[in-house]
């Protein structure tokens, strides 16, 4: 199905609070459409949409779907019984998935970034982003977190380039026109749809079939899931790694603040020096695969240099939260067991005296298909404290819960507890932090408001 970008069409989204949503809700809104939209409750995001001329509906009932309405746009998330869904179905109001309207918006632009992989999509965008824009691109940008930069999740650009991020829960980036398509990794996610780690590998496969002959795929040289991938696909092809690849570190040490020194080389020649503002060895990656495409793009080094030593991240992602009595509190978004790793490793390499995290699990199905994963991943921490299991779209079934992943893990000697809500969190935070503490809240989830509530504690 296509949609014809005509002025004055109005366009319901449901779920507009969410962060892609919300950006193709302002894109329209930047270009004289007519915007509705719904979600479960009032947010900042819905604030910020309502300011800006949407007509906003917290809650999803079908007396929000009007006979005016031109198009319907849903997330994946959205259940097929949903009242707003069933009613634009009885007003035979055309209907069109979140990725199919990104891949409809796409179509407009000659030059489609899609970033892909199972972690590092938000921060490797934002990278992206950022050297585009130093460079006076004019990029259209999507992007799944808020960037300083842009003032949002969202930039409207007057140019052909359009960067964005490319998820692959239900293969929504199968809906995609990618020029460039990277894939930063293949792990185990979502396993909810794909059941086995071979259908997420087989998603990636159709996605990089996607990119035209002329394109490039971009991609990480050391995951041998990826290398399955190379081998299906028909168009120019350009790696990268810490040790093999056409874009390699080396050289690579890091600051106090665990950011890493290295020298970027392209096929065994050195290109430039780098002194990255954010801490993680995966972040040497994340930087290697936008200066990839940077470079396909023909950007200068100067450019590429000063937009990633200027980068400081994406909110939600090691996002320094500030400090109270020589504590420092950090937030970020991981929620997948390689992702909490990446994260404690940039931690260990931060100044603290003890490591003290918080991690809500963000869905069931996650949690038990990753059970044995989670258990593991916090092996570099002081102590560990689980909040209930934050459900977004599914219903608790009973199978499994926080306070059997806090036994299992504490089974592996780890000081770990769990605490159902966030005032008795916080409270006990209060008695047990300690001058140079790291404190981290660690999820997807709305775990990053217990750092708030501790910092606003008195």
């Known amino acids: 199905m296509s949609f014809d970008f005509v002025e004055n069409k109005k366009v319901h989204f449901i779920g507009i609070g969410g962060i892609s949503m919300s950006g193709l809700a302002e894109i329209l809104l930047e270009n004289n459409f007519k915007v509705s939209g719904s979600d479960i409750k009032a947010s900042p995001i819905t604030d910020k949409l309502k300011s800006m001329g949407a007509q906003i509906y917290i809650g999803q009932i079908a007396e929000n779907i009007t006979q005016d309405i031109d198009l319907v746009v849903y997330t994946a998330a959205i259940s097929e019984d949903n009242e707003e869904l069933l009613k634009a179905k009885n007003l035979n109001i055309p209907l069109m998935s979140r990725a199919e309207f990104l891949g409809n918006i796409m179509k407009g632009h000659k030059y489609n970034v899609a970033v892909s992989g199972t ?5 490797t965008t934002s990278m992206l982003s950022s ?3 130093k460079a006076n691109l004019d990029p259209t940008i999507l992007v799944g977190g808020n960037l ?5 999740n969202v930039r409207i650009g007057n140019s052909p380039y359009f960067i964005t991020e490319a998820c692959e829960y239900k293969e929504s980036f199968l809906k995609f026109f ?3 398509g990277i894939i930063l990794n293949i792990d185990a996610e979502h396993l909810d749809y794909y059941k086995n780690i071979d259908n997420v590998q087989n998603a990636f496969v159709k996605f990089a079939k996607l990119i035209p002959q002329n394109g490039y795929l971009v991609c990480y040289n050391e995951d041998n899931r990826i290398n399955k991938v190379i081998s299906s696909v028909n168009c120019n092809i350009i790696t990268y790694g810490i040790n093999s690849g056409n874009i390699t570190a080396h050289d690579i040490h890091f600051d106090k603040n665990g950011c890493a020194y290295f020298k970027v080389y392209k096929d065994n020649k050195a290109i430039l020096s780098l002194h990255l503002a954010i801490p993680g060895r995966h972040n040497i990656l994340n930087a290697l695969a936008s ?4 470079l396909i793009l023909n950007i200068s080094t100067e450019n590429i240099k000063d937009a990633l030593e200027d980068f400081k991240g994406t909110h939600r992602r090691f996002e320094i939260k500030s400090k109270k009595n020589g504590i420092t509190v950090i937030d970020d978004y991981a929620h997948h067991p390689t992702e909490i790793k990446a994260t404690l490793s940039a931690a260990q390499n931060y100044p603290h005296k003890r490591i003290i995290c918080v991690f809500q699990p963000h869905t069931f199905s996650r949690t038990i298909n990753l059970y044995r994963e989670f258990t593991s991943a916090f092996d570099n921490v002081d102590e560990l404290i689980l909040a209930d299991i934050y459900p977004a779209r599914e219903k608790d079934t009973g199978k499994v819960s926080s306070a059997m992943l806090a036994n299992d893990i504490s089974k592996r000697g780890i000081k770990c507890s769990y605490i159902k809500d966030f005032n008795s969190i916080v409270n006990y935070l209060k ?3 300690k001058e140079g503490d790291l404190f981290l809240t660690i999820g997807a989830g709305d775990v990053f408001k217990i750092g708030e509530m501790y910092l606003q504690s008195k």
């Open 119 to 123: 972690h590092g999509k938000t921060t």
């Open 431 to 433: 008695n047990n932090l």
């Open 148 to 152: 300083d930069i842009i003032n949002g």
């Open 178 to 180: 990618p020029f460039i």
């Open 291 to 294: 200066i990839a495409v940077s």
């Open 131 to 133: 050297i585009t824009l």
